[in-house]
């Protein structure tokens, strides 16, 4: 079986075990059926995610113009805290940056490897904590944009990381925390103007078990630009990475934009 594909990140749903999709254009591929099995990933080319144009990938699935000039793009997504929408300001697209700024966003704590803060759309729950491969998340604050999200964040990343080890994460070496009791602590460090947001009585943490037969001991990453074929039998997915026999992983997120085909044997 041989799928032609346009890498997208994987589309996950939380269910006992995260189910994976990966979408094939006219289908969406099941990825937990194929553990166990022998794949193949080979690069075909590249198709930026934006303008369809077949031009090299510079970040994020998108052509170095894509992303110096698209509105998806803009500094605010990675740096919540610079968003300007709520003022009325304009980044790149103003009504893009409303509709996405200007509603309910969330503050979280998520155990991936180590306790870390993070912010995402509240519609993008629990989607954002898989896709960081995260253990347990609780949520700490909701606020009404993206604004009031990233100022939060930022006070406090002075008490907790907003990092986590990727390598750690994938071979499953968590560190033991109390997600309620750290959220407890953090909240004295809630910037006054999102203080009214904290969730009182939260204690719902949510725990996330990822499709792995076997963790990895050893990491090495398999990247489509240095590499341009690669093939192993699937041991697991976590966050949005793929898990080898062999240790290799291949992180699918930071392949958007790259064709590929995909052989199932
Ligand atoms: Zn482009």
């Given amino acids: 079986m041989q799928y032609q594909v346009v890498l997208k990140k994987m589309i996950t749903e939380l269910d006992e075990e995260v189910q994976y999709y990966l979408d094939t254009e006219n289908n969406f591929l099941n990825l937990n059926q194929l553990l166990d099995k022998e794949l193949e990933i080979s690069f075909e080319g590249y198709q930026c995610l934006c303008c369809g144009k077949e031009k090299k990938i510079f970040r994020q699935g998108f052509c170095y113009e894509c992303f110096y000039e698209s509105a998806q793009v803009g500094d605010w997504i990675m740096k919540p805290e610079l968003s300007t929408a709520h003022k009325g300001i304009e980044d790149r697209d103003l009504a893009y940056e409303k509709k996405v700024q200007l509603q309910p966003h969330v503050v979280y704590l998520a155990l991936s490897s180590n306790v870390k803060v993070g912010v995402t759309r509240k519609t993008q729950v629990p989607t954002r904590w898989i896709d960081q491969g995260a253990s347990k998340a609780i949520e700490i604050v909701e606020v009404p944009n993206r604004y009031l999200a990233g100022i939060t964040e930022v006070a406090l990343k002075d008490y907790v990381s907003d990092k986590t080890s990727w390598q750690k994460m994938l071979k499953n070496e968590i560190v033991d925390a109390d997600l309620i009791e750290e959220r407890e602590k ?6 006054e103007e999102a203080k009214n947001y904290f969730l009182e009585n939260n204690g719902k943490i949510t725990e996330i078990t990822y499709p792995v037969l076997t963790f990895p001991k050893k990491i090495k990453s398999f990247n489509l630009e240095k590499s341009h ?37």
């Fill in 186 to 191: 953090l909240k004295t460090f809630i910037p």
């Fill in 229 to 265: 074929v690669y093939s192993g039998k699937l041991k697991g997915i976590k966050g949005q990475y793929l898990i080898f026999e062999d240790g290799t992983v291949f992180n699918v997120r930071n392949s958007e934009g790259y064709k590929v085909f995909i052989t199932i044997k």
